[in-house]
């Protein structure tokens, strides 16, 4: 099975922290944007590794060729876990937490 790819973006907010400016002065978001797309990063996880996306960043995957299933870990009020099918998404969008590529190498569970 092929490694699933995983596209680590900074935030906007960290981004334009690192670049000196507050979000109170006035400063070039496309700047901002630009810099945000040159600090990304790709990230290689194999199937039944768990990974981290860490704070002030999210990770981008992409579903174009594999449908890849994304599994929200399940809240304490809640009596299943919600199971996303992404077939109908172009990609699935990692908030900052732990998740584990399972061995089916096809689902991403948050843990």
């Known amino acids: ?24 002065e006035d400063y070039n978001s496309y700047a901002v944007m630009f810099q945000q797309g040159y600090d990304m990063d790709v990230i290689e996880v194999e199937p039944g590794e768990k990974f981290k996306i860490k704070k002030n960043t ?4 992409d579903c174009t ?14 009596d299943e876990e919600d199971i996303w099918d992404e077939e109908d998404q172009d ?10 590529f399972l061995e089916d190498g096809i689902a991403i569970e948050e843990i």
Do not use: H, V
Request: net charge neutral.
């Open 58 to 61: 999210n990770g981008q995957i």
């Open 91 to 100: 990609s699935i969008t990692l908030a900052p937490g732990k998740y584990k």
């Open 1 to 24: 099975m092929k490694p699933l790819e995983i596209l680590i973006q900074p935030s906007f907010n960290s981004t334009r922290d690192s670049m000196g400016f507050s979000e109170d």
């Open 65 to 78: 060729e594999t449908p890849y299933k994304f599994i929200k870990k399940k809240e304490e009020w809640e």
